[in-house]
C-alpha cells in the first residue's frame, strides 16, 4: 500500500476522500468506539437508537429504522409490504444491482424500466409503459422502486401521481441521495418507505456495511423493527412473522453518529464543488442536469462524452493520475443474472452505459486540485 502510494507522484488525486474527512475528526471517532468498547452494548447498542433519533431530526422523517445495508434496507420494505410471487417490482434499469435483486430474492418479478437522457432517473412515462408490460405478463404490478441516481432525487410529485392512478406504491432507494432535497423537503419523506445505505463511499458512510430505512408509516415502522430481528414478537422467542438477521451494528451507529454533525458542511462543500466542476466543463464536455425542483446530494459527478472517445479519455486521465469510475458498464437488464426478466425498451441505458464517466468528487476537494482535474478533461 505505501509503495502504491509513493508511485502516484504526479498529481495524487482521490476519488473520494475518507483520509481527509477521517483527519478531520479522528479524535471524536476514536473517543465514539471507546465509549461503545466501554459499555459493550455490541448489538443494537444506545448508539442505535441515538443514531435514529438524529436522522430522524436531520430528514424530519417520524420513524427512522437502522440495519445492516442498503440492500437489506431495500429487502425489509419490500417484505413489510408482503411482497410476493406474482407481483412485479418496477425498477429502473440503469442503476446498482442491490435495486432488482430484493425484488427477485422474494420470488416477485423486477420488471426493468428506461432512464431519462438528462438526469439519469427514472420516469412517469417509464412508469407506465413498465406497468403495461407487467400486466401484459400476467403479473401484479406493486411497487415502483425510485433510484435517486449520483445523488439527484426524481420527480416525486408526478411519480406519486402516476402511482396512485395504478394503485402502487413507491419505494425510494436512496443509497446515493441521504441529504438531497425535493421541493424543499429531505430525502426520506417520498413514497411508503426510503431505504438508504451507510457503505464507507455513499454520501454518509460509516466504517462496514450499514443502511436505513425512513417512513412516516407508524405501522410499517413496528413491522420493519420486526423483520429487523427475525420476526419478533415480544422478543426474539417469539417469532410473529418471517424476519432477518439486519441489525445496525452499534460501533457504526456510534460512528456515524460523529459523521453526522459534519454532514450538513460536507452537503454544502459537495453543492460546491460540483459547481465549480460545472461552470468550467459544461463547454468542454456534457455535465450533469438538475431539476428545478431538486438539490442533488452529488454521490458523484458524471459526465457524459463520446462512446467511441471514452475508453481513451479515461486512459488519459489515468495517466495523469486523475482516478475515474464507470457507474455502471453494463444496463442490469443485459447482465446475465436479469436477461430473463421483463423489460421495457431500455435504449436510454444501453447508451449512458458506454457515455458516462464519473470523476473525483468529495467534500474535501479543491478548487486547486478541481482546476488540474478540469484542465486534464479539456486537454483530452
Ligand atoms: C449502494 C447502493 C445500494 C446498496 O447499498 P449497500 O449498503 O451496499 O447494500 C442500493 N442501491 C443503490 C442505488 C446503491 O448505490
Redesign the pocket.
Known amino acids: 500500500m505505501a509503495k502504491q502510494k509513493a508511485e502516484i507522484q504526479k498529481n495524487n488525486v482521490a476519488f473520494i476522500d475518507l483520509d481527509a474527512q477521517k483527519a478531520l475528526i479522528s479524535s471524536e471517532i476514536n473517543s465514539a468506539i471507546a465509549r461503545v468498547l466501554q459499555h459493550g452494548k455490541y448489538i443494537l447498542g444506545p448508539e442505535v437508537t441515538e443514531l435514529e433519533a438524529a436522522l430522524s431530526n436531520y430528514t424530519g422523517v417520524s420513524n427512522v429504522v437502522g440495519c ?7 429487502l425489509m420494505i419490500l417484505m413489510a409490504l408482503e411482497v410476493k410471487v406474482g407481483d412485479a417490482i418496477i425498477v429502473p434499469s440503469f ?5 432488482p435483486e430484493v425484488a427477485a430474492l422474494l420470488g416477485a418479478t423486477p420488471v426493468f424500466a428506461d432512464v431519462d437522457k438528462d438526469t439519469f432517473n427514472i420516469t412517469v412515462e417509464e412508469i407506465e409503459k413498465a406497468v403495461a408490460v407487467a400486466k401484459n405478463e400476467g403479473l401484479t404490478p406493486r411497487a415502483v422502486i425510485v ?3 449520483f445523488g439527484q432525487p426524481a420527480e416525486y410529485e408526478e411519480i406519486q401521481s402516476v402511482c396512485n392512478k395504478h394503485d402502487i406504491d413507491i419505494i425510494c ?4 441521495s441521504l441529504g438531497a432535497e425535493y421541493k424543499g423537503k429531505k430525502i426520506g419523506s417520498f413514497g411508503c418507505a426510503t ?5 464507507p ?2 454520501p454518509l458512510g460509516c466504517y462496514g ?3 436505513a430505512v425512513f417512513t412516516q408509516d407508524e405501522k410499517l415502522a413496528k413491522k420493519l423493527k420486526s423483520i429487523r430481528v427475525h420476526g419478533k414478537g415480544t422478543d426474539k422467542y417469539d417469532n410473529v412473522i418471517v424476519g432477518l438477521n439486519a441489525r445496525l451494528d452499534t460501533m457504526q451507529a456510534a460512528i456515524l453518529l460523529e459523521k453526522l454533525k459534519i454532514f450538513p458542511e460536507e452537503v454544502a462543500s459537495r453543492q460546491k464543488v460540483a459547481d465549480y466542476y460545472s461552470r468550467n466543463l459544461n463547454t468542454a464536455v456534457k455535465t450533469p442536469k438538475v431539476i428545478d425542483t431538486a438539490k442533488s446530494v452529488w ?1 458523484q459527478y458524471t459526465i457524459t462524452v463520446e462512446k467511441q472517445q471514452r475508453g481513451s479519455i479515461k486512459e488519459f486521465l489515468a495517466e495523469e493520475n486523475i482516478p475515474t469510475a464507470i ?1 455502471y458498464p453494463k444496463p442490469l437488464h443485459q447482465q446475465e443474472a436479469y436477461k430473463g426478466f421483463p423489460k421495457t425498451d431500455c435504449t436510454t441505458s444501453e447508451k449512458l452505459s458506454q457515455t458516462v464517466l464519473s470523476i473525483p468528487m468529495h467534500p474535501y476537494l479543491d478548487t486547486d486540485t478541481q482546476d488540474i482535474i478540469i484542465d486534464a478533461i479539456k486537454r483530452t
Open positions: 445492516s445495508s442498503g440492500t437489506d434496507a431495500l442503476t446498482f444491482p442491490a435495486t433510484v435517486d441516481l432507494d436512496a443509497a446515493q431505504a438508504t445505505s451507510f457503505f463511499a455513499k456495511d450499514g443502511g454521490a457507474y
